[in-house]
């Protein structure tokens, strides 16, 4: 046992990640995540509506010429992705600030239960209103694009399994 811990710290499961943690603003969260938050950027929330034919407007919008989006459809899907886009970032700001007052009550050791599990909750219910955004984004998108834009937007993103090309195919 002694010797699998020594090779997985050796190898790096624990002590460069920990020391660099340590050294975190807010220890919970990444510089990229931070970063993330602040720029409203997706990070993966709507991969239960991307993965399952409900294109995101961002890419949408990378990609409206070779969707050929018409004009009505370019003017909604950037509708859509400034709404999601101006809430996202608020709520990210949210997320961040009630982490940098959680983990300034643990760095100044005046946290309680009660204030850990208020700070926790508001925490929880951020990320899931950030969450509920941008899938309400893929929803929206659904509304606007055709089932072939759909097809080819899956097509460019890499989201067309084998069994769906067999399927095509015949």
Request: with cysteine.
């Amino acid at each position: 046992m002694l010797l699998i811990l020594s090779l997985g710290w050796t190898l790096g499961f624990g002590g460069a990640d920990c020391a660099s943690q340590e050294e975190r603003e807010i220890k919970s969260l990444s510089t990229e995540e931070i970063e993330s938050y602040l720029s409203g950027d997706g990070m993966g929330l709507a991969k239960a509506a991307e993965l399952n034919h409900y294109p995101g407007p961002r890419h949408v919008l990378d990609w409206a010429e070779k969707l050929r989006l018409a004009e009505k459809q370019l003017a909604r899907t950037k509708e859509i992705y400034q709404a999601m886009h101006q809430e996202a970032v608020a709520l990210g700001k949210l997320i961040v600030e009630k982490e940098r007052m959680l983990n300034g009550l643990f760095v100044d050791r005046k946290i309680d239960k009660t204030q850990l599990d208020s700070l926790v909750s508001e925490i929880a219910k951020f990320q899931g209103n950030l969450r509920a955004t941008h899938l309400t984004a893929h929803l929206q998108m659904k509304e606007v694009l055709s089932p072939e834009q759909i097809a080819a937007y899956d097509a460019l993103r890499g989201y067309v399994s084998t069994r769906e090309q067999e399927l095509h195919r015949h």
